[in-house]
């Protein structure tokens, strides 16, 4: 399929992957590309996932594959709960007419990550097709919003996609201070409760960094979620009560 270093393999609507061994090395100008072509059906995107394959393009480029070595993943048990960030869910706690909800507005959860501006970025990888095909993932019950509420307004959260046991983090937004941590604080602690080892980060950046995520092999990646998509999964719904995971001594809502 390749007959060249650099070459990319092109896949029809329907086409299986190639092995994610073959994606590029280190060595090349995109590492970790595997692919492109294909579509973004919900039946082509499980696939993707439950083999440690994601798509990550922008607008007018066709669809890329991607299956990075090593992988961005936070262990749930590893994640750092920073001082300032403590407070800040003390904070949270005690305040009012402010919870967690998962999966009550999905669709205006993708649309705030899609439309929220990024330092150091020029315009969105998720455009207008990803949308659509995580809000049909969604709708399969696949794809999942972690929200931050305040006074009956959502003021962040997080989207991401889940097989079994095995959870990927895809992309967050904040319309106030931290209210995504909030939103990925709770997924940690969600995790925790159901006894959900690790979130899927893909790329390495600092910022996860500082929350605990770390790099591991792609091949411990993909043993792991070939493992945790075999595996019954939760029923995506907070209970103020997984607060207990991450703060013990806190009131919780």
């Known amino acids: 399929m390749q007959t060249s270093k650099f070459s990319l393999p092109w896949l029809e609507p329907g086409q299986d992957f190639p092995d994610v061994s073959q994606a590029w090395g280190s060595d090349t100008p995109a590492p970790g590309l595997l692919a492109a072509g294909g ?4 039946t082509t995107l499980k696939r993707a996932y439950s083999r440690g394959i994601f798509p ?21 048990g590893q994640f750092r709960l920073h001082r300032s960030l403590r407070k800040t869910l003390e904070r949270f706690l005690q305040t009012p007419n402010a919870e967690i909800r998962i999966d009550t507005d999905f669709d205006q959860v993708i649309e705030a990550c899609a439309h929220t501006p990024r330092a150091g970025q020029r315009g969105t990888w998720i455009v207008h097709d990803m949308v659509r095909a995580y809000q049909q993932l969604h709708r ?3 794809a999942h919003s972690v929200e931050t509420w305040m006074d009956g307004k959502l003021v962040g959260g997080l989207y991401c996609v889940s097989l079994g046991q095995a959870v990927f983090g895809e992309s ?6 931290n209210a995504s ?35 591991i092999t792609r091949d411990d990646f993909v043993q792991h979620i070939r493992q945790a998509c075999d595996l019954p999964g939760p029923k995506w719904h907070f209970d103020p009560l997984y607060w207990r995971n991450l703060l013990p001594a806190a009131r919780h809502q």
Do not use: Y
């Not at 409760?193 to 995520?213: E, P, Y």
């Open 172 to 177: 967050m937004f904040s319309d106030v201070s």
């Open 39 to 42: 579509a973004l059906d919900t």
């Open 181 to 215: 941590k909030i939103a990925l604080a709770a997924l940690v602690a969600f995790c925790h409760a159901h006894q959900i080892a690790m979130i899927d980060c893909q790329q390495n950046t600092s910022h996860l960094a500082s929350l605990g995520a770390g790099e």
């Open 56 to 76: 990550w393009f922008s607008e007018g480029e066709p669809i890329m594959w991607w299956s990075t070595h090593p992988r961005m993943v936070l262990q749930v």
């Open 140 to 142: 399969e019950g696949t």
